[in-house]
T-cell receptor, first 114, second 114 residues
Framework: GENVEQHPSTLSVQEGDSAVIKCTYS??????FPWYKQELGKRPQLIID?????GEKKDQRIAVTLNKTAKHFSLHITETQPEDSAVYFC?????????????FGTGTKLQVIP | DGGITQSPKYLFRKEGQNVTLSCEQN?????MYWYRQDPGQGLRLIYY???????QKGDIAEGYSVSREKKESFPLTVTSAQKNPTAFYLC?????????????FGPGTRLTVT
């Protein structure tokens, strides 16, 4: 089955700096790559996603890049703010039996230091 | 928030007792999922259901059972056979037809078994 690896597990940055979180996946048939943000004690929420036919997508301060050949995708957060502090999960999704099966990475705890 | 709810938020049980976690959604989603979240391990799929009266085992189904008698409801029972049941449990739902894979999460139930 699909295997998603995520690095780093923890990341501390100064406010205003950029943060980059990287993920790799194993199944080349994966076609959808969402990123979720989970604040302490709360539910994960989708912040950005990318499909396999797109190489890059940007939404204000966050962007995601996808390298299908290398099976890598990354989340980039620019001009970080304290409210960006949370756990971020990447995921890879594959259509199987008419169902989109999502496999999550192990999460990155981002701390933005004011 | 809203759309998918879980109750209760915190649940305490004695070892050897079965316990049922509630999950309800009013998003008219066909697919529903149960995940377990442990520190440093991300989200692991327990069970999923694509349609009423049908469900499939996920990656860590042992010691758990589910039912899907109504489209809106997908309760999870943690049985006494689950060796390490203390965890944060998240329910999610998504559309299936033309699915993007995006999942909408409930607020979670933190189960503590002593």
């Amino acid at each position: 089955g699909e295997n998603v690896e995520q690095h780093p597990s923890t990341l501390s940055v100064q406010e205003g700096d950029s943060a980059v979180i990287k993920c790799t996946y194993s199944d080349s048939a994966s076609n959808y790559f969402p990123w979720y943000k989970q604040e302490l004690g709360k539910r994960p929420q989708l912040i950005i996603d990318i499909r396999s036919n797109v190489g890059e997508k940007k939404d204000q301060r966050i962007a995601v890049t996808l390298n299908k050949t290398a099976k890598h995708f990354s989340l980039h957060i620019t001009e970080t703010q304290p409210e960006d502090s949370a756990v971020y999960f990447c995921a890879a999704s594959i259509l199987t039996g008419g169902y989109q099966k999502v496999t999550f990475g192990t999460g990155t705890k981002l701390q933005v230091i004011p | 928030d809203g759309g998918i709810t879980q109750s209760p938020k915190y649940l305490f049980r004695k070892e050897g007792q079965n316990v049922t976690l509630s999950c309800e959604q009013n998003l008219n989603h066909d697919a529903m999922y149960w995940y377990r979240q442990d520190p440093g391990q991300g989200l692991r799929l327990i069970y999923y259901s694509q349609i009423v009266n049908d469900f499939q085992k996920g990656d860590i189904a042992e010691g758990y059972s589910v039912s899907r008698e109504k489209k809106e409801s997908f309760p999870l029972t943690v049985t006494s056979a689950q060796k390490n049941p203390t965890a944060f449990y998240l329910c999610a739902s998504s559309i299936t037809e033309g699915a993007t894979g995006e999942q909408y999460f409930g607020p979670g139930t933190r189960l503590t078994v002593t």
